[in-house]
């Protein structure tokens, strides 16, 4: 939980002003605390929190009255001392989650407690057009709308398989989508009406796997994401997202992998994209299309001696890759997640015995290499978090139609 300071202690110069800011920023604390690690009772969050038990009280009611949370009587396993009620983060506010790919667009509701709520995956025959991308979703949004008309939409998150400006969600270049320079969050807000944040998907991913999947407790990893429009990554460096300049660091999949072709004009020559991709698995499983559960089932059940070498081929070029990372960034823990989670499932003890033999051994004492615990929920869930930045930042400055009290604190 962030810090959080005691109303009485704000500085008494301006004391109105400073006591409001105060306030609004415990407020972030609790909503915080609750969403990251879902229910606990109100005398957990006065510990963690270091407040007194009234104020707790009162930012828990505040939040209630808001409709961000909601009290039940305290839980079988709440009972040494005095019973404190259970606080719930509200599942009646749900960001939307939006991941355009080359073959589908997915548009999502997850609830502020964490759950994926709906997915719809419209299919598309060729990469998705910025237009397209824009229509499509806001159709969908209004298809959810109307199938959940009791849910508070809080905002957009687009995960985009690309380079996304973190300052105003332009995508400078989404080679696979073919997009340069796209002011795709402006464009969807527009027709939205909703206020919509983008950022790379893998980035994306590797915060939801930091906050609820395999990173949980975790300062220091590395996210690899395979998927339909390539190999994208997300680096978390001492608890924090480490974007670079203008949030487009973490492109693994651009990394030179092998030096078969010498140097040529083309960028993408030997680029670990152009060793391991999802494509090719696909072909070799006579397969045109499967998600990560699909893709795993079929990998174990192939007796296939091509489909073998397929994956031993991608993995000892994967190990390139992650033994650069190694080395730069020193990493406590390596998620992978998309078809790189299905092929290191094939053969795991493989590529973490090529990361290590490669890297340098101090580097790698600590490592340890896992698959993605979110599964085919990660993107959707990264994509939320985006939706509820403001939410989190200001529970008491963000606006959004709410269903009736019953609904909330049901």
Do not use: C
């Not at 939006?98 to 589908?104: G, H, L, M, Q, W």
């Not at 395979?226 to 487009?248: C, D, F, R």
Request: proline residues 5%; glycine residues 10%; without cysteine.
């Amino acid at each position: 939980m962030s810090a959080v300071v005691e109303p009485s202690r704000a500085k008494s110069r301006g004391s109105g002003a400073s006591n409001d800011q105060t306030r609004r920023h415990n407020l972030s604390a609790i909503l915080t605390a609750l969403h990251h690690d879902g229910p606990q009772p109100r005398s957990q969050l006065t510990a963690r929190s270091g407040l007194n038990r009234s104020t707790v009280a009162d930012l828990v009611a505040e939040l209630t009255e808001r409709g961000l949370a909601f009290e039940s009587g305290p839980s079988q396993t709440n009972l040494v001392g005095r019973p404190s009620p259970m606080v719930h983060p509200s599942s009646n506010i749900v960001g939307v989650a939006v991941n355009p790919e080359v073959d589908a667009i997915t548009v999502g509701l997850v609830s502020f407690s964490g759950e994926v709520v709906e997915r719809v995956r419209i299919p598309s025959e060729a990469a998705p057009s910025v237009n397209d991308v824009v229509a499509k979703t806001a159709d969908a949004i209004e298809s959810l709308r109307a199938l959940h008309p009791s849910k508070s939409m809080v905002g957009v998150g687009v995960a985009v398989p690309g380079l996304v400006r973190a300052a105003d969600g332009m995508v400078r270049f989404a080679p696979h989508l073919d997009w340069t320079d796209v002011p795709l969050a402006e464009l969807l807000a527009e027709r939205t009406g909703l206020v919509v944040n983008a950022a790379n998907d893998a980035s994306l991913g590797a915060m939801a796997e930091r906050l609820f999947g395999a990173g949980r407790g975790k300062t220091d990893l590395i996210y690899l994401n395979g998927g339909a429009s390539g190999i994208g990554g997300g680096i978390i460096a001492n608890g924090l997202p480490l974007g670079g300049t203008e949030g487009y660091a973490g492109e693994f999949g651009h990394i030179r992998v092998s030096s078969a072709g010498g140097v040529t004009e083309d960028p993408e020559s030997g680029s670990l994209e152009s060793e391991v991709n999802r494509n090719t698995l696909l072909r070799a499983l006579g397969l045109t299309s499967a998600d990560t559960d699909e893709l795993d089932d079929a990998l174990m059940a192939s007796t296939d001696p091509a489909v073998a070498a397929l994956v031993r081929h991608q993995l000892e070029y994967l190990s390139v890759s992650l033994r650069n990372a190694v080395n730069v960034l020193n990493p406590e823990l390596i998620v992978l997640g998309g078809f790189l989670s299905s092929i290191f499932a094939r053969d795991p003890q493989f590529l973490v015995d090529l990361v290590v033999a490669q890297s340098l051994r101090a580097s790698s004492a600590s490592m340890q290499i896992v698959r993605a615990q979110l599964g085919g929920d990660l993107l959707m869930i990264g994509a939320a978090e985006l939706a509820f930045s403001a939410l989190l930042a200001d529970p008491a400055g963000v606006e959004f139609r709410r269903g009736t009290a019953a609904e909330v604190t049901a």
